[in-house]
């Protein structure tokens, strides 16, 4: 850096810093409220996304069990049939939007260094 830069800006990369603190920290406040209730709302679809298929799946069970009497019970396989499928159904949600978060965090950092906020954390 020559002396002719420093008298310029001798603090630049002071105030990029703190730049891209105070865009971080106004983005959290924005999301504040927003971030708890979105955490209860996945807590709820997720429980949601297991029940409703194990619910259907014991309904059909007992319907099947009722109708057609054997040996096993089609309840209990239907019960296993309808966890796995609630819980395939959840990983799916919560994958979903785990994959929005991160491409918002991207697309929130590219901007960042695309007005100067450089790539300090």
Aim: aromatic content about 12%.
């Amino acid at each position: 850096m020559t002396d002719k830069s420093m008298r310029k800006d001798p603090h630049g990369d002071f105030r990029r810093k703190v730049e891209k603190t105070q865009k971080r920290k106004m983005r959290a406040q924005r999301q504040g409220d927003q971030g708890m209730w979105f955490g209860f709302g996945m807590f709820g679809l997720v429980g949601w996304s297991v029940a409703i298929p194990t619910l259907v799946a014991i309904a059909a069970g007992i319907w099947i069990d009722t109708r057609f009497a054997g040996q096993y019970s089609w309840t209990l396989m239907m019960l296993v049939i309808g966890i796995g499928v609630g819980c395939l159904n959840a990983w799916f949600w919560v994958s979903r939007e785990r994959t929005n978060i991160e491409d918002e965090f991207h697309r929130n950092q590219q901007n960042d260094v695309h007005k100067g906020g450089g790539n300090d954390p």
